[in-house]
T-cell receptor
Framework: DTEVTQTPKHLVMGMTNKKSLKCEQH?????MYWYKQKAKKPPELMFV???????INESVPSRFSPECPNSSLLNLHLHALQPEDSALYLC??????????????FGAGTRLSVL | LAKTTQPISMDSYEGQEVNITCSHN???????ITWYQQFPSQGPRFIIQ???TKVTNEVASLFIPADRKSSTLSLPRVSLSDTAVYYC????????????????FGSGTRLQVQP
């Protein structure tokens, strides 16, 4: 099973709303990632969790707040977003930072629209 | 930081072999080269990964010259379903947490396969 599950698939929110994106994997992977992808652009790394600890924050605005409740779950809490934050948000996981397995497995993404 | 460069688009016909090259002149010693396929509104899907020389799996081959400053993804006998965007990703997940950027997606190559 190489599945990463993201919910919801689509999300529409106003600039004053608070919402959360969820990601789940059951492959025993110890590294999880959030990417943002705008139309016709490559994914941009936002956050990395390694062994449930935040290891990388790529200068992401504080209106995006990641959380890793356990090794299988990753959340992205959204608050006071701007219309330019509309994008496809992708979650990925990999075996771990210390191993030789460098392959990331991606979810299908959440299509976010901020009105 | 390994900056990667790919052709923006390529056209092919069914049954032909397609070769997509990615340039990564500043690749670091420990960096792996990974190729992903992405369909619209889906997450990237792993195709193949390599470090040097040639790697082959059931769907593609990856050629990496000795200097590792470029890599070529080879798709044998493409079909209409291979129409997608192909990304090369250069980096080493084991660098995560070191404070240095570890993962760089290329800009992507849009492959269009015609009947």
């Amino acid at each position: 099973d190489t599945e990463v599950t993201q919910t919801p698939k689509h999300l529409v929110m106003g600039m004053t709303n608070k919402k959360s994106l969820k990601c789940e994997q059951h492959m025993g992977h110890r590294a999880m990632y959030w990417y943002k992808q705008k139309a016709k652009k490559p994914p941009e790394l936002m956050f990395v969790y390694s062994y449930e600890k935040l290891s990388i924050n790529e200068s992401v605005p504080s209106r995006f707040s990641p959380e890793c409740p356990n090794s299988s779950l990753l959340n992205l809490h959204l608050h006071a977003l701007q219309p330019e934050d509309s994008a496809l948000y992708l979650c990925a996981s990999s075996q771990g930072a210390a191993g030789e397995e460098n392959i990331q497995y991606f979810g299908a993404g959440t299509r976010l629209s901020v009105l | 930081l390994a900056k990667t460069t790919q052709p923006i688009s390529m056209d092919s016909y069914e049954g032909q072999e397609v070769n997509i090259t990615c340039s990564h002149n500043n690749i670091a010693t420990n960096d792996y080269i990974t190729w992903y396929q992405q369909f619209p509104s889906q997450g990237p899907r792993f195709i193949i990964q390599g470090y040097k020389t040639k790697v082959t799996n059931e769907v593609a081959s990856l050629f990496i010259p000795a200097d590792r400053k470029s890599s070529t993804l080879s798709l044998p006998r493409v079909s209409l379903s291979d129409t997608a965007v192909y990304y090369c990703l250069v980096g080493d997940i084991r660098k995560l947490g070191t404070g240095r950027r570890a993962l760089t997606f290329g800009s992507g190559t849009r492959l269009q396969v015609q009947p």
